[in-house]
């Protein structure tokens, strides 16, 4: 089959969102622009990382002409001059592809932030080929994984940012005593011996 580059520049919307109840939840990036919306599916930790990253990314470039708005008040419409986007994920929720690989980096000449979700082409617990770790395919390549490309302004990564961290921190609390997820009937505490926390 022949890849699909998805390309958003700039999108009318970029969010992550998740789908189900917590300890069941699938997490998703999203992207619109007019009628087409591409939703592709990735790990907890994929969100977590990514936030976590692009925060980094927007410090290192604050250095420009323009300051950034800090990131504690990125979703703050008076502070970015935009409404914050708190709507679920618009439906319907179709997943596109599953994440493998995400790439983030910095378009200094439109000062934009570029992110990239290629497609995940090796399931989870089996080795890639060599030909699989491709780190910079063409997008005139006929064959490869699927690509998702947004393009954003840094309040609007900042934005996405705030986000992404407040739905990483909405599913299950921390056990306190050893960090598991807790579920509504509680769980089996390695630190307290196997019984019930």
Not at 64 to 79: E, F
Request: charged share 25%.
């Amino acid at each position: 089959m022949t890849r699909r580059i998805f390309s958003f520049d700039p999108p009318d919307r970029f969010v992550c969102g998740t789908v189900g109840p917590p300890g069941q939840r699938t997490f998703y990036l999203q992207a619109s622009k007019g009628p087409q919306i591409v939703s592709v599916a990735l790990e907890k930790a994929q969100v977590a990382v990514l936030a976590e990253r692009l925060a980094a990314l927007l410090v290192g470039v604050r250095e420009g002409d323009a300051p950034l708005v800090p990131l504690a008040h990125a979703a703050d419409p008076v502070a970015t001059g935009r409404t914050a986007d708190s709507s679920p994920l618009d439906e319907p929720v179709d997943e596109a592809f599953r994440v493998g690989t995400l790439v983030l980096s910095w378009d200094g000449d439109r000062e934009r932030v570029v992110i990239e979700a290629r497609e995940l082409l090796t399931p989870f617990g089996e080795e890639a080929d060599e030909d699989e770790l491709i780190d910079s395919l063409p997008d005139e390549a006929p064959e490869g994984p699927d690509v998702v490309r947004v393009h954003l302004a840094p309040d609007e990564a900042h934005a996405f940012v705030i986000r992404a961290a407040a739905v990483v921190q909405a599913g299950r609390p921390p056990c306190p005593m050893c960090g598991a997820p807790l579920e509504p009937t509680g769980h089996y505490c390695p630190r307290r011996n196997g019984y019930t926390h």
